[in-house]
């Protein structure tokens, strides 16, 4: 994933770039970048690796050597930017979050004569900004660029520009990601996040439509390509990685999470299943907010029988090796024996994506003494890798746990079954909830339905992106 935000003022805006990127922390963990712009100094431009220091720590050191009006950053899981570009449209720095599933494609059928070459990194890949800008360069204006390079890319591109004296900012061609406007009296700013420009002072201004290409200047800011009429954002900003105070499309993270928990109790109600536990508790901590609307639907106390240490452990996803992953995962987990011992207790999750810290969090329950451990899912069983903005990207989908334990079942007579297994209600699904239960040592397991998830977003479910579990566009 990743995140970014910028602001052009009639100030300088240098710790507005700096407070509003570290505020997208959340979206990303390698590296992070801020360019902005000075009239007499030009472009002044630092990007820092994150993996193992937090984007503030990395670039307070640099905030003395930051000055101008104008400025863009970004947190990014991919590759290094902002990028500074020379072309015939002239000197910007750009930064794009999404993903290029076809770049050998478009590289092999624009740039294979002998006018064009670009920066490879070590693996040999290249630069998702850089063939962005590529694209971009192609076509006479920026406007136009953005449009052909968001039509040329399979995936998907959230884009913004910085020039001299404006900052543009395109949505990608189908809204997979928010892009907001902020105001306030020197000038605006554009963010992924909105809780991040409203601690900076800006107010509510704008948000742009799938494809809606704005450009902001200090006066304001003003559209320069509309929006177009087909939307599909990503249902996971609500129940993952959207941070709680944002809003989406008029709808709020934490809000939504708890009508979420809701629909699930009230699911469970019905079923008449897990009716008798002590506690409910949320996987920390994104499972929280979804644990604690289950909690008030269904009248079981909420409680927090193990909480994680964090503050000098690492995200338990960045380690490159999965032993040292799980390691860390569980140093983390402190428990509350008092809210353990002889409980039946029920946790919620964001999702289960590979399962491989499961096991390891059911036996490091059962080992403070839990009777009984129930496990549920606020979204449903992911089947599908994204494509989209690499969120839930594996080398294969096997690695899912979900698809992985359809394979076991039925091999690939199952893997033409998905929907089947998703679905709780059929024989097949119901199979597949047994076998993980089986598996991972739960007394229960239940995973939101589709239509459950979709109810507690409240769009018009055209207008969402459910592919990862449905496998639809």
């Not at 507005?16 to 390698?30: A, K, N």
Request: net charge negative.
């Amino acid at each position: 994933m990743g995140g970014f935000f910028g602001a052009v003022s009639k100030r300088d805006v240098s710790l507005d770039i700096f407070f509003g990127v570290d505020y997208h922390s959340h979206l990303g963990t390698r590296r992070g970048g801020m360019i902005v712009y000075d009239e007499q100094d030009g472009f002044h431009r630092q990007i820092h690796n994150i993996e193992n220091t937090p984007f503030r720590t990395k670039f307070e050191r640099d905030l003395s050597e930051f000055h101008g009006c104008c400025g863009i950053g970004c947190i990014s899981d991919t590759d290094p930017q902002p990028l500074l570009v020379r072309s015939h449209l002239g000197l910007y720095a750009i930064s794009t979050v999404g993903i290029i599933n076809n770049s050998e494609e478009l590289i092999q059928r624009y740039f294979s004569d002998h006018g064009h070459q670009f920066m490879a990194m070590s693996s040999g890949s290249v630069n998702a900004t850089e063939l962005t800008a590529a694209l971009i360069n192609q076509k006479e204006n920026l406007v136009e660029g953005i449009l052909h390079a968001q039509e040329m890319i399979d995936g998907s591109s959230t884009i913004l520009i910085l020039t001299p004296d404006s900052i543009i900012a395109a949505r990608d061609k189908l809204g997979r990601l928010p892009v907001l406007v902020g105001k306030n009296q020197d000038g605006c700013c554009v963010s992924f996040e909105s809780f991040a420009y409203h601690k900076l002072g800006y107010e509510d201004a704008y948000e742009l439509g799938p494809k809606e290409i704005v450009r902001l200047t200090s006066d304001g800011f003003q559209s320069l390509s509309p929006a177009g009429k087909d939307m599909k954002i990503c249902a996971f900003l609500w129940t993952y990685y959207g941070y709680p105070n944002s809003n989406y499309e008029g709808v709020n993270v934490e809000v939504m999470r708890y009508r979420n928990g809701e629909i699930m109790a009230r699911a469970d109600r019905e079923r008449g299943v897990a009716q008798d536990v002590d506690y409910v508790a949320g996987v920390p901590d994104s499972g929280i907010p979804h644990a604690i609307g289950y909690a008030n639907a269904s009248h079981i106390p909420f409680a927090r029988p193990f909480v994680k240490y964090t503050p000098t452990w690492p995200r338990s996803f960045m380690p490159t090796n999965q032993e040292v992953r799980n390691q860390v995962a569980k140093m983390k987990q402190i428990p509350v024996p008092e809210l353990i011992q002889d409980k039946k207790l029920l946790f919620v999750d964001d999702s289960i994506v590979r399962g491989t810290q499961l096991r390891e969090t059911v036996e490091f329950l059962y080992e403070s003494g839990a009777k009984e451990v129930h496990m549920r899912s606020a979204c449903p069983p992911i089947m599908y890798g994204c494509k989209y903005l690499n969120f839930s990207s594996s080398n294969s989908e096997m690695e899912l746990l979900a698809r992985r334990t359809v394979q076991e079942l039925e091999g690939d007579e199952g893997q033409k079954h998905l929907h089947e297994y998703a679905d709780a209600n059929t024989p097949r699904g119901q199979c597949m909830l047994k076998t993980i239960c089986q598996k991972f040592g739960f007394d229960s397991l239940g995973y939101q339905s589709l239509d459950g998830l979709l109810e507690a977003i409240g769009l018009d479910r055209d207008k969402v992106c459910t592919y990862c579990w449905s496998g639809k566009e």
